[in-house]
């Protein structure tokens, strides 16, 4: 690597950290490199989850992934949500913090969802630049992930790969690359997932998704409710060989099974890098 | 901070105009959206609004198992749908959706059994609210002599909940990261509604009638203190 994420750490095979593991966690101390928390649901000071989430920190190095920062909105950013989310992305002394390339409020109306933008170098330009003010204010590197999509939009102009690339080279910032959901948009809008991985800016390639999702009669949903479907596997597998050793975080949020179910995902996950790298040389 | 750029004008549009076919359930905003080869624009944004409703409503219906049980699935559904079309979600957080829900009903549904409805979504509320609710630093007496305590404004604990219930005046409050619930002498209700919005102790024991004994309120607030429910009143933005 040769921008400032290459300095970035390595932080190996990690799990999302979800309410119903929380003891699991604190008691047993299963073997896993990292957590990822869902940041929203700590970012009320010295709420309930904070009890729990500063149990867990002594035993794991814990990374907080956003789903409201709304970076695509053309909303003003908001300023007490950045405020409390640079107070956790500190406590936790995060390597770096992640959100997605989408909008989710409009009007000061949330839709709580991730919502597709449309693909034109005026939007592109635009969301760099508040991803620029979000890292500059976090003071930490930021990594943008992409969203599984259902709809395209008349004004897009440009792929979603490129769209991507055009945001994180203005704004300076990293990637988090959602196999699945690549995968997911793949399927939904008829285009070789390949040539999304391929495009990627191997140097800010930071860390990956790895997901589970639901197959319906016309298109394809990203759930989080399944275990991660052979598809998604075998996109992983081709992607390795891309970039350099990037993080992995496997993520379940709907039926989530026993934890040692999830484990034995996750060390799936790793023995297909293993097998990868014994056969390549990046 | 550098403040927020100027957004393209197209792009403020079509937020604006999805979004109000989410919330409104209607296809206007399909005009900016492509067919796919399996699906018609129509199609396309009823996944994001199916998808909308579904996660919003469960949220809220999350927090009232007591009502939904009580009302039926489909009137409670129904209820949450007319307050999500009244009072949008403004919140990061979906733990706030149903903020509102209890004001909405007491301004809106005026059936027969309207006070048990009230009720339960008062009591339901507060135990969700107990569960988030910030902690402030605990209220330590040793640091105060008698009449600094007396003379202090103090508060309870945000997570700490008076509601009527089934008839019984209960404090709802978290320890060790659970939401209890103590059933209180209904003599004690305006002693500890005055605690609850910040005032010092010499000024609400000005109002304590003398039915009050005093073994009883000194029980009262050795439990409050031993469960850490007290705390001055904090200062400045509550996070």
């Known amino acids: 690597m040769t921008s400032k994420f290459a300095s970035l750490p390595y932080l190996g095979f990690g799990l999302g950290l979800r309410t119903v593991h929380f003891e699991d966690f604190i008691t047993s101390s299963p073997e896993v490199d990292w957590l990822e928390i869902i940041s929203e649901n700590f970012l009320l000071e010295s709420a309930r989850p904070i009890y729990y989430l500063d149990q867990i920190m002594e035993k794991y190095r814990v990374l907080p992934h956003g789903v409201s920062l709304s970076i695509g909105s053309s909303d003003s950013l908001d300023m007490a949500y950045l405020k409390r989310l640079k107070k956790l992305v500190h406590k936790l002394d995060a390597p770096w913090f992640s959100d997605h390339l989408c909008w989710g409020s409009s009007g000061g109306t949330n839709l709580h969802n991730l919502m597709p933008l449309p693909y034109t170098s005026d939007v592109a330009k635009y969301v760099g630049d508040r991803v620029r003010i979000v890292q500059d204010y976090i003071e930490k590197p930021f990594i943008l992930e992409n969203v599984s999509s259902y709809l395209e939009f008349e004004t897009s102009v440009m792929t979603e790969w490129d769209f991507l690339t055009e945001i994180v080279e203005t704004a300076d910032c990293g990637i988090l690359l959602d196999v699945n959901n690549v995968f997911v948009s793949s399927q939904n809008h008829h285009f070789d997932p390949m040539d999304y991985m391929r495009a990627m800016p191997k140097d800010r390639v930071v860390q990956y998704h790895i997901a589970g999702h639901d197959v319906k009669d016309k298109y394809i949903l990203d759930t989080h409710d399944h275990e991660i479907q052979q598809d998604v596997w075998d996109l992983y597998r081709k992607t390795i060989p891309l970039f350099d050793k990037v993080s992995l975080m496997l993520e379940r949020d709907e039926h989530i099974p026993p934890l040692p179910d999830l484990l034995s995902e996750l060390a799936y996950a790793k023995s297909i890098y293993d097998d990868v790298m014994k056969t390549h040389v990046i | ?239």
């Not at chain 2, 957004?7 to 999805?18: G, H, N, S, V």
């Not at chain 2, 409503?57 to 009580?70: H, K, N, S, T, V």
């Not at chain 2, 409670?76 to 919140?91: I, W």
């Not at chain 2, 209180?184 to 109002?207: C, M, W, Y």
Request: with cysteine; proline share 5%.
């Open chain 2, 1 to 239: 901070m550098s403040s927020s750029p100027t957004p393209p004008t197209f792009l403020a549009q079509i937020q604006a105009e999805i979004t109000a076919s989410i919330i409104h359930k209607n296809l206007d905003a399909a005009v900016h959206i492509k067919p796919s080869k399996m699906l018609t624009p129509a199609e396309r944004l009823d996944i994001y609004a199916d998808d909308y409703w579904a996660r919003i409503l469960d949220a809220l219906i999350e927090d009232f198992p007591i009502l939904q049980a009580y009302l039926g699935e489909d009137v409670l559904y129904e209820l949450a749908e007319q307050y999500l079309q009244t009072y949008r979600s403004k919140h990061f957080s979906l733990f706030y959706v149903g903020d509102r829900f209890s004001d909405y009903l007491r301004n809106t549904y005026q059936k027969k059994n309207r006070k048990i409805v009230l009720e339960t979504a008062d009591y339901e509320w507060a135990r969700a609210w107990c569960f988030f609710a910030p902690q402030f630093p605990l209220l330590d007496p040793s640091l105060f002599s008698e009449d600094d305590l007396m003379k202090t404004v103090l508060q309870f604990q945000h997570h700490v909940q008076l509601v009527t219930y089934k008839k019984q005046f209960r404090m709802i409050y978290r320890h060790d990261a659970k939401v209890n619930e103590k059933m209180i002498p209904r003599v004690f209700k305006d002693l500890l509604e005055k605690i609850q919005n910040g005032t010092s102790l010499d000024i609400a024991f000005d109002h304590v009638t003398t039915a009050l004994h005093t073994k009883e309120i000194e029980a009262l607030f050795a439990f409050c203190i031993q469960y850490g429910l007290l705390c001055q009143k904090p200062e400045g933005e509550i996070l």
